[in-house]
């Protein structure tokens, strides 16, 4: 969390002792996590979310956006909030934390904060996986040499990219070991997935799927699910392959839905829609920490994960993306049912819950399996409106920043 404006200089030991930086420029002060201590502290993680921004009248997506906004919420937020790949996307990061209360209050002050930027320029924010109502044939991209780059790269698919995600990034006592947690992981992501659709609609029309983020994803290259690397090296052999053949520039264009960070010592989590609701993405991250930390003192457990589940894990993933929270997974021994899926790995990580204090946030993802993700909430929206798209944007709108449901139908108020 940040506060703007403070025109002081602080000492540094009073700055530790309130758990306060001070930003880049000296002019804001940042609450960072409780350093905490001993285990804990050696899962740290953090918290990137994308929005969409879109007109505050007419809730459609913005085209074009002014480099004064960016600027503005960059230095409103200490550096946290910076521009994505297209111009109607915007996105923040949270500090390193330990402390989960932390994390969720600081991702609510960076909506508010970029909520509040956006609005002097005309916008709102949107968090969801797919904006209602955007034509992805009228994006630009952003005006940044990177984001250039890809699309001249990428030509038409890197326009379709009018998505927003959520990554979460968990730092391992020994980063050299994150390929075998990624290899335990693999069957597990497409829970992230279906927890955390919030994108049944693409270019304001019901795609069917719960999820359609990563169907429309996929066109992407080195997008999907990671491969069954067996160790670091061979993770390495394959990103330095791709560098000497000019394919990719550096490993960040790696884009799977789970992968090692390159700026990092993080194992970063890339599968999950951007939830409309602060809750939601903190119960996610938080239940991404808790097994990473189980599977990371399992190590063991990578050893079962082969061809065979990998490939029932890519089919789960689908239909993750199809049913959201409704869904039944695939397995060697026949069907499982989200709940029965969920509360295996609630058992399992259940120590770690208790170890890194989430226990609450892992709870809530059972909330999210009986009331419905985001991807629910909206398909209401447009139901109880009479099929009026317009009423599915309104409720992302207002219930991005509220924290909770907004009304829904025709009634939903815009935001001031």
């Known amino acids: 969390m940040i506060f703007a404006g403070w025109d002081m200089t602080f000492a540094s030991d009073v700055l530790k002792l309130l758990r306060l930086d001070s930003s880049g420029d000296k002019q804001n002060l940042v609450i960072r996590s409780a350093g905490g201590g001993g285990k804990a502290a050696e899962y740290s993680f953090g918290i990137e979310e994308e929005y969409f921004l879109a007109d505050r009248r007419t809730f459609d997506v913005a085209i074009e956006t002014p480099n004064e906004l960016f600027e503005s919420a960059n230095w409103s937020t200490g550096g946290q909030a910076m521009r994505e790949m297209l111009q109607s996307q915007l996105e923040v990061a949270t500090n390193v934390h330990v402390d989960v209360n932390d994390a969720r209050e600081e991702l609510r002050f960076l909506r508010r904060e970029v909520a509040n930027v956006a609005a002097q320029y005309g916008f709102v924010i949107m968090a969801c996986g797919t904006h ?46 994150r390929m075998a947690v990624m290899r335990a992981m693999l069957p597990h992501l497409p829970l992230f997935i279906a927890l955390s659709a919030s994108s049944p609609f693409w270019n304001s029309h019901k795609t069917g799927l719960k ?50 960070s390159m700026r990092h010592p993080t194992l970063e989590l890339r599968a999950p829609d951007t939830c409309t609701f602060v809750d939601d993405a903190v119960a996610i991250a938080s239940l991404y920490r808790c097994l990473t930390r189980h599977l990371y003192l399992r190590p063991d457990l990578s050893k079962g994960v082969t061809a065979v589940e990998r490939a029932i894990a890519v089919e789960n993933k689908w239909r993750a993306q199809r049913y959201g929270t409704d869904c039944i997974f695939g397995s060697r021994d026949g069907p499982v049912t ?12 259940a120590g770690d819950a208790d170890a890194l204090g989430c226990v609450a946030e892992i709870e809530h993802c059972r909330t999210i399996v009986d009331r419905g993700s985001s991807a629910e909430f909206q398909l209401r929206a447009y139901r109880e409106s009479g099929d009026d798209i317009a009423a ?24 001031s």
Not at 162 to 169: N, R, T
Not at 218 to 245: K, N
Request: contains cysteine; negative net charge.
């Open 211 to 260: 999820g359609y983020r990563l169907a429309a994803y996929s066109e992407l290259p080195r997008t999907g699910l990671p491969e069954l690397f067996e160790s670091r090296q061979d993770y390495d052999d394959y990103v330095g392959a791709l560098q000497r053949s000019g394919v990719i520039p550096d490993e960040s264009h790696i884009w799977w839905a789970m992968r090692p």
């Open 392 to 415: 599915v944007s309104r409720w992302i709108a207002t219930s991005t920043t509220s924290g909770t449901s907004a009304p829904i139908g025709r009634s939903a108020p815009a935001p």
């Open 338 to 349: 989200i709940s029965e899926m969920l509360s295996r790995i609630i058992d399992d990580t």
């Open 132 to 177: 209602p109502t955007a034509v992805w044939r009228m994006s630009q991209p952003s005006p940044k040499p990177r984001y250039e780059e890809m699309i001249e790269d990428l030509r038409s698919i890197g326009h379709r990219n009018m998505m927003c995600g959520m990554h979460v990034h968990v730092q391992l006592p020994d980063p050299e070991k």
